[in-house]
């Protein structure tokens, strides 16, 4: 794991993730830009997955030990170096959202490999994986993540409300 990231870190020109932007307080800006972060984070992601020996790097991450294992471990790689590119904090339930994003496309990179065959069982038990994961290094209890974890699955829903709702509303004027 630790050479993923000095491989991360020393490929190619360093790019930067845009700091999260405050929201105006208007319930649809909160939305909408919300949805633009995550959007950002995602493609920062994209851009990091596809940088030069990268992609082969997780391949190898993904054929080690079992599927849901190496494909939770390659999204939480990928994961870190974006939080650390980052220029502002990013929040919780955004990084969750763009990492189950990014996560599928890590799978499909590994199913292209022919690492694994790619479904929702394996990106669910993956999910559980990288939160439990990420449960040990925050010392938070499993009551607590767990609670975070419903109240961003309700947030990830509003998130992907906001644009069908900006549509209807383009097409009502």
């Known amino acids: 794991m630790q050479q993923m990231m000095g491989l991360l870190g020393a490929a190619g020109p360093q ?21 633009e972060a995550v ?42 170096e974006l939080t650390g590119r980052a220029q502002g904090e990013v929040p919780p339930e955004m990084l969750y959202v763009a990492g189950k994003e990014i996560m599928r ?18 990106l669910q038990q993956s999910e559980m994986i990288a939160v439990g994961e990420l449960r040990k290094q925050a010392g938070a209890t499993p009551e607590q993540i767990d609670e975070q974890m419903q109240k961003m699955g309700g947030q ?18």
């Open 15 to 35: 790019q930067e993730v845009p700091a999260v932007e405050q929201d105006s307080g208007a319930p649809q800006d909160a939305g909408a830009s919300q949805g």
């Open 39 to 80: 959007q950002k984070l995602v493609l920062a992601g994209m851009k990091t997955i596809y940088e030069d020996g990268i992609t082969e790097e997780l391949v190898q991450m993904m054929r080690s030990g079992k599927p849901a294992q190496g494909l939770a471990n390659a999204t939480l790689t990928v994961m870190r």
């Open 105 to 122: 496309m890590i799978a499909e990179i590994g199913e292209a490999a022919r690492v694994f065959k790619s479904s929702p069982q394996l």
């Open 156 to 173: 990830q829903n509003q998130m992907a409300a906001q644009p069908q709702q900006q549509g209807l509303l383009a097409g009502a004027m």
